[in-house]
């Protein structure tokens, strides 16, 4: 019987949370989507490779109509990601269109399946002012919304909504977390742009400036 179900793309914040669960002593399962983002690619493979590395049971879902119908530069459809900081104004043409709904809800039905009582995302507080499914608002009117359609059995939890991306790479290096083996470049190249918005942000997380992000840059 599972106890929790994380939410993992691949990136460092959702490696740290599978990590932190992990470290709990938490029976963890994981699921991902594949919903046709540039960085995909970049991203699953890393994320399966976390599972095995910790004895975790995943499962990836493949969302293809995401990318068919939905208007956003994250995507395969879209435009090209825009350079720059990570601020509202640069990343607003970032925004998959409910994306964490959608994926929050198949994520719900799967806990449901398996037995596992909890779902965990790894938002965090630098999210919430860009994104509009990452907000306190959105996530407690899911949360209400998931227990209600899983008659109790299924809780939603947002463990890192309080922090910021520096915190959870804080957190990440104590319990060992390799961020080499993370993705966050939303371009999806064959290494992290880092001149996007997504790198600056790994780039401020990881302590790069100190010396301690082990991240690859083209710049």
Sequence with gaps: MF???VVLSGGMDSAVLLADCVDKGQRCVAISFDYGSKHNACELPLAKAM???????HTLVPLPFINDLFDSSLL????SV???AYDAANMKSTVVPFRNGIMLSIAAGYAESVGASRVVLASHAGD???YPD???????ALSTAIKIGTDGQVTLAFPFAH????AIGDLGRTLGVDFSATWTCYKGGAAHCGTCGACDERKYALRY???LDPTTYLK
């Design 3 to 5: 106890e929790t179900l």
């Design 134 to 140: 990452c907000r306190p608002d959105f996530n407690e």
């Design 128 to 130: 919430h002012f860009i």
């Design 82 to 84: 825009p350079d720059g």
């Design 76 to 79: 395969q459809s879209g435009e």
């Design 163 to 166: 922090i910021d991306k520096r």
């Design 209 to 211: 400036d100190e010396g």
């Design 51 to 57: 599972c095995e590395s910790l004895g975790v049971t």
